[in-house]
């Protein structure tokens, strides 16, 4: 760990700029970030402590939904009231994530900010375009089990880890912003975290002098909600693959659906067009197959991962038919 | 005392109502959950302590041509950096004891240490040492097992030798009506204990006191002695708690030599922690093997010839190898026999013993092939078993010390249902879940090894043992005070454990299921000497003397202990050595594992639904922490069925997953309804306490338990460990 420095705003504005300032870094609940300084993977020269700002509310908005603060505990967030009635596959996205004691401290917007789980990402000694662009990318012919098979590129096949952020990608949340001149943004989840490409340092649309303030739900969607994990380990452990499903069905026909992945891609994956393809047909297992060949099409393994694209489909396929059941 | 003839009837079979056996909280626990009791790191030292940060290397294999050390000796707070440049020359360790550091240019393995920074803080030393820059020369290396099978050679051997045979193994596989030929493979595993090795070295002019987190401080001390070239008798290892080991501190690690050297250099204490990620390449891991078992039997499942090829990977100047054909010498009966074990040099990090060296990681294979054959023989695999029972040691053509397989087994079945069990794979279904049962034989080694210790008896009633033994969270405390307190008739709380330092007597240390047995009967000895001295304090016959609530009572008399022993006390040393049992008998723990689990029919993730052992393995000492090691060793085979497995990866030799979050261990909610289960026994060949080891009886064969289960469930044989869901989708059924 290097040396830093260590301030803590009293705005939401002071925080942006100050993190606008070269070698910043915003720190909230520290669960990510503190590992990775220890490892010199991050190396900020200054430390932006925003965990004491006013961000831990969570309210409704005049449009029927939620506003969640970003600085709200994974642990809060799981356990409201609100969030457990209406929007249940948030609630078990962030319960199936990390363990208590994690949950205890992270935060909402530190969620979406967390950085792969890749090992070589971990390790300063290996080549990785993510933490040093231009090294390479020692996963691609590498331990890959865990890495992507969708929307990766030739420079970076890590996934990204949450659990929390796919729910929130079925629920077409907003993460909304403050700049250091005081304007605030609002941007879609979708478009909130960037596929690699060629720079895969660069992971989400947030800009240097923007501070994430809190996250919007829309009024729940319609339908049943599930949240479906598949790990090595029965607890703590990260997504092989994950499902956050809404989906509603009525004698017999799907009436709506959303789909959003985990574990498959470097953001949370969701295909429009797979869900539309459900819509109105019958609820049974050839609907289903054809959303997962909607899903993963162009799907492609690394040698170690191959096994998630039958794992997404056989799982995509389960919980339609559970929520069918349902 | 030595082990040369069983022991027969003795004193601590004639205690009433004794403490022995009994399930005593740990006497050391109210200081562990309080903070109170001192590890390594946690040792006070005076306020001049400085703190190193180990360095590794980035290669697999190859050479250090430049080392720039000037960046990190500039940076705030950096004291020294010990390099090969600079560090002293060391003796070469006994067998794999400790190993020289920073000896020179090479580099044998990922990870391995090639610089020592110490700083006035961790901080500083950890920040400074990334300041340290090195250039390589590459070196293509050898690094996966299965890629050097055919370059693998018979080790040498210490102990028992590295191959067996008896009879005609070739002729009689090749005649027998019944046969399976089959490979299993198993990961490198890594330990994984809670506390991470650390040491913390003094010096006081030419005498060094290192406090390091080391399981067995007599033979540590000798090794530190040589390495660093000093007396053995300027040497003391204190050691009092230790958060785990599983092996992985059997020796002296890298950690406590660079600690020592570095603190003789600065005149300073030197303290020092591997990080977690550290701690997978800088120490010891369990090779990965590649075995073969081959099976012949009759019809009815005698087996006729049984054959166990085992092969596992070390350095080149390593010995060491995974014995996992060793259990297949003596769990089943059968006239034509052959076990080899053959070792690749490979330039991977240091292998080495973990819990149940060869056991574990062999009955996940001999255990999984016996319930393949009991499939090929439409026989319940209990009855094979119980078909295949010898009558003797059928290598050694001994009689057994003990033995009670077949009870384990019959107990077990009874106790967990297992009649229930469908004979066919895939026939029992709960909602998403294909369940399944399985079992698997469990057998451990029991050997002694020697061992001494004190005990002193003070005016004020208080018995104080002493001996250079640790307690790695296994218990020795807790026993040893129930072995005291029922051989001198004091109550637990009259009893003072003194151990972990070796100013007192050398003692056997935690290791290899040895521990409880070898250093508590040396404390039955040196009791057993003590009572000789009260009873002719008190002018009687030893042999008539009752010791019972702080009293002795014999021919119509009853004295105070405390009258006995005078103003200064009284004390007795005691010993244990193996002796001729070793060879006149074959000496074994046993048990049956059964597990109930459940695949996900969807997605292949195995979930353990239930599971049991029963084990007979001697005299328990405490009922309690004889448990908890049970189920501790079971959570093992857990982990290696289902989750364990370091990832090497094969262009620079590194174990990829080297932390916690990427190498699996089971966690709580992996572990559903468990329970151990000790059969009555007593094996007075073994030790005068007719106890045998249990520290990892439960590891070995709970995992074949499992894998046998998750064929059951739904018929996927799986024969590369670890059983992971991406191994078992090509085989799941098709969705309904």
Redesign the interface.
Known sequence: ???FTYERPGTVEQAAAAASQPGAKIIAGGTNLLDLM???VETPQRLIDVSRLPLDRIEETPEGGLRIGALVRNSDLAAEPRVRRRYGVLSRALLAGASAQLRNKATTAGNLLQRT?C??F??I??PCNKRQPGSGC?AL???N??HAVLGASSQCIATHPSDMAVAMRALDARIETVSADGRARAIPIEAFHRLPGATPQVETDLQPDEVITSVTLPPPPPGVQIYRK?????????A??SVAAVVAVSDGRVRSARMAFGGLAPKPWRVVGAEEGLVDRTAV?DSFNAAADAVLEGARGHGGND?KI??AR??L??VL?EITQA | MQMNTPVGPNALDTVKDGWVGKPLDRVDGRLKVTGGATYSYEVLQAPNTAYGYVVQASIGKGRILSLNTRAAERAPGVLYVLTHLNAPPQGEGNHHEAHPVLTGPQVAYFGQPIAFVVAETFEQARAAAYLVEVSYDRQPGNFVLADNLNRARRPQSTGAPADSAVGDFDSAFAAAPVKLDVEYSTPQQAHAMMEPHASLAVWDGENLTLHTANQMLSQGRLAVARTLRIPVKNVRLVSPYIGGGFGAKLWVNADAILAAIAARQLHRPVKTALTRQQVFHVTTHRSDTVQRIRLGTDREGHILAIGHDSYSGNLPSEQSYEAAAMQTRTLYAGPNRLTRHRLAALDIPIASSMRAPGEAVGLLALECAMDELAEKLELDPIELRVRNEPDEDPERHVPYSSRHLVACLREGATRFGWASRHPRHGQVRDGRWLVGMGVAAATRGNPLQPSQATVRLGPDGIATVRMAMTDIGTGTYTILTQIAADMLGLPPDRIRIEIGDTAFPEAAGSGGSFGAASSGSALFDACNRLRGKLAAAAGVDARAARFADGRLQAGGQSRALTDLVGAGGLEADGEIRPGDTEHTFSQQSYGAHFAEVGVDADTGEVRLRRMLGVFAAGRVLNAKTARSQAIGGMVFGIGAALEEGLVLDRRSGAFVNHDLAEYLVPVHADVPAIEAFFLPELDDAANPLKSKGIGELGICGAGAALANAIYNACGARIRDYPITLDKLLPVLPTQS
């Open positions: 760990m290097k040396a220890k490892l010199q789980r090992s070589y971990y390790d000694t290996q020692a012919g590498g331990f089990r865990i598949v790990r090595d380990r029965a607890s703590y452990a990260f092989l693959v297992a096994f039958p794992l056989r799982t396929c389960a038919a």
